[in-house]
């Protein structure tokens, strides 16, 4: 009985996985969900502008540096929310054909270090190549396979690893903003990107223009936190997305949109309030199917369609957050990500 009762229940859970919505169809299926409300949008829009306004005060004025602490912290998370904010606008998702919004975009990008041009055109990258072996170093963190680390020469090892390396992520705001978004993107295009040369002049102006008028502490506390804080949990939330234990990549010739969006990109695990400050981008692989939904609508999709309801997950717990930084490579035989330990004891 209890055999026959095990064997009934895993038919019911084949017919249940069979009649889910699979590749195209599962991504015309969200459709319904990628309609803005237009006035939500402008209430969490400017909500968050005036938080984001009122803590940067609080980290400007130097009163007592307690509270201007707070203020510092809570103006680098509010900063993620923002950002999260400012992506969804560039996919335009939100916000659309509001001369308002577009100025501010536009300055927020600038001080954020990643203007219009250069994270429209790596991330709108990024989309379309997701976790796609060789390709999607765009936009992305790069990911090499065993076998093209082992046969790498040590100097191109340590520069991979090192742009992969905790430390990095955590200065991701001179790493990947400042360094990456910004000055290497002028020096290899230039003229296209001139927004990245205006980017650095506005933040540099900004910092120059705080520590001249109100010193060193609120330059420290009402600037370089704040930025700290955004770009290194911007950074990490970007790098742990896809590059987490149960991630999947497909070389181009077996890789698939959906496929990629669903076992590429992960579901992280928060807290209400990260959610929250994160603009709940923790739903990442939502997102991938469909950039078009809006960032306040990625849990209702979860909610209500249960193929979203079993991604591979993470977490900022820091068991998870060891376990993403501890992975190097993908090994194609294993079809798995693999450590720096496991590369070199396989090729032994």
Request: proline share 5%; net charge positive.
């Amino acid at each position: 009985m209890d055999a026959q009762k095990v064997e009934t229940q895993k038919t019911g859970i084949e017919v249940y996985l069979c009649a889910m919505l699979h590749g195209k169809e599962l991504i015309l299926a969200t459709k319904r969900f990628a309609v803005e409300d237009r006035s939500k949008s402008w209430r969490l829009f400017l909500g968050t502008l005036l938080l984001l306004v009122l803590a940067y005060l609080g980290a400007l004025v130097n009163v007592h540096i307690i509270p201007q602490l707070i203020c510092a912290v809570l103006a680098g998370l509010l900063s993620v929310r923002m950002f999260i904010i400012y992506h969804d606008y560039l996919h335009k998702t939100i916000l659309q054909k509001s001369s308002f919004a577009k100025v501010i975009f536009f300055f927020f990008g600038l001080y954020i270090l990643a203007p219009f041009s250069i994270w429209r055109r790596s991330h709108d990258y990024h989309h379309a190549h997701n976790s796609k072996l060789y390709t999607s170093s765009i936009g992305s963190f790069p990911l090499v396979t065993k076998n093209d680390f082992l046969a790498a020469s040590k100097k191109e090892r340590r520069i991979y690893l090192f742009i992969r390396h905790p430390f990095t992520i955590a200065l991701g705001y001179i790493f990947v903003f400042f360094w990456g978004m910004c000055i290497r993107t002028l020096l290899v295009n230039p003229k296209k990107h001139i927004d990245c040369l205006i980017a650095l002049f506005f933040h540099l102006a900004i910092a120059t223009g705080i520590y001249f008028t109100l010193g060193f502490q609120s330059l420290l506390l009402g600037f370089f936190v704040p930025l700290f804080i955004s770009n290194g949990l911007g950074a990490y939330l970007f790098y742990a997305q896809h590059n987490f234990p149960a991630a999947i990549y497909k070389p181009k010739e077996k890789w698939s949109y959906s496929f990629a969006a669903l076992h590429s990109s992960s579901y992280m695990k928060m807290s209400p309030i990260m959610h929250w400050f994160t603009g709940n981008i923790g739903y990442h692989h939502i997102h991938h199917i469909n950039p078009r939904i809006p960032f306040y609508r990625l849990p209702e999709v979860y909610a209500q369609m249960p193929e979203f309801q079993q991604p591979g997950t993470t977490s900022l717990a820091p068991s998870d957050i060891h376990a993403c930084f501890s992975i190097k490579a993908w090994d194609p035989e294993h079809q798995r990500m693999i450590t720096l330990k496991e590369v070199y004891t396989s090729n032994s």
